[in-house]
């Protein structure tokens, strides 16, 4: 075999590789990205708007965690020092870098909503409280946008959806859409057992009172003749005659 | 073919006694086994997140620490034989160019296996001590030392490792490949680490390259084409990314991306066999 025919041989080799492999790699790509991010690949068009996004993923390679975790010590030292414009670039960034941790997308939106909502509503140096409370109202709106993208980041937990839920109810005092939220939750593999309640506990704080008995009869009839006890079924019993009877006292179902 | 294995063997054993005797790599080790210890040091978040940290970091000093180790292993291969002359002695003994390349990949691969093995047991000791360190602090609760314990054993951290072994077993083909093309050893270093690193934008040149029609200049298309073509897709490993997360990885994936990687060595192995065949030496 001469030198010639060596080369020729080891680049058919490599080329020929190159061309069987293809298909295989455009299937297992695709086979991933469907199991993992839930849709089968982008089009020429989302690849060309996310070009910017996937370079700076795949040029990261296997240190892609790595650098997100960095970036989320790096959030919690300024989280430290109440530097919450730096807090929340370093939490864009590390869930841009790792969308599907669901953690990252948890903490980053505990951080703006809660935190920086709060210092926010806090901060001495604007004397209008409205000025502060529009303020702190960005920080909650950043966290719940935030929360939103997690979502569909990651559709298969319910932590996100169950955290969106707490947004609203807590910093937006939206109880229909924290209902909203909690029983997306539910549709979920991974939900804790007492979330189940929190819909027909949003129901009723929205004061929909009639809804919120119909939820928790439902409940109960779901969990059967003989319910697991971390369902806590008293509980749902408990709720159940309370509703009703202060559905007794204000008959059309909502708060006055 | 048995006379074949043991000449084979015989490459692989000596290759790997020859870098066990090295003292870089021992030193890789340390510094690995150092950062795996100090990885356990992140104290001040939630449990999951505290995990997650020490997950990421021991993969990446394990990921690190063997890259350097193929590198630097696979540049001491073929380039360094030839240049201290030692390859003359072994091809005149009764033994092909192929078994050769062969053998010294095998030897490299095993130091590589070696050094996984010892790094894994480490880590796999830290994530034990982070669970006992944990329990001891959040208290004896039977749902929070089941939540700890699902992540200190999470046994999908086995699939995790396998990839990243087959991940560097394919970094370790396209060294030995680049050796056998090479006369120095930076070559063979900087080669593998270029096609490293553009492994990881394959996939996006790939799909550029397949979905930019008559848009594209010719020469970008041609560009994206050999990069897609040549280069092997390093984003597949990426379901670690996936794993550290703690989702669901199904062992179909795992096993069809280990399948890719034993097809990729054996294509580089062969292609390296034909290059080295007609070699001057």
Redesign the interface.
Known sequence: ???V???A???G???G???G??P???R??K??RL??VGFP????VA??EK?GQ??VL?????????A??AL??QA?GAWEEKQWVRVRSALELATLL?P????FWD?ASWHLAWNAAVAAERYEGLESETRRRIEARKWVEAGRELLERGTRA?P?KALLFQRLGDLYWQRLSDYQAAAVCYRAALTKGDVPPYLERFVGYALDKAGDKKAALAYFQELRRTMGENPDPARQPEVVEREMQRLTKELRTSPNGKRP | MRESWRRIRAVAENTFLEAVRQKVFAVLLVFALVLLGGANYFAEFSFQEQFKFLKDLGYATISLTGLLVGLLGAAQLIPAEIERRTILTALCRPLRRWEFVVGKYLGLVALLAVMLAIMGAVFWAVLRWKEAQLIGLEGGEAGVVQAIQAESRDPRLWQAFALMGAKLFVVCGLAVFFSTLATSTTFVVAMTLLVYLIGHLQSVAREQWLESGEKAAWFIQLFLAAVALLVPDFNLYSLIDEIVAGNVVPWRATLEVLAYSVAYVAVLLAAAACLFEERDL
Request: net charge positive.
């Open positions: 075999m001469s030198r025919v060596a080369l041989l080891a680049g080799l490599i080329l590789w190159g061309i492999k293809l295989w790699e455009i297992m790509t086979e991933q199991a993992t690949g982008p089009t020429a690849v060309r070009l996937g370079l795949a040029a990261l390679g296997g240190f892609r965690g790595l997100a975790n989320m010590l919690h790792q599907r941790v669901a953690l903490l990651v298969e």
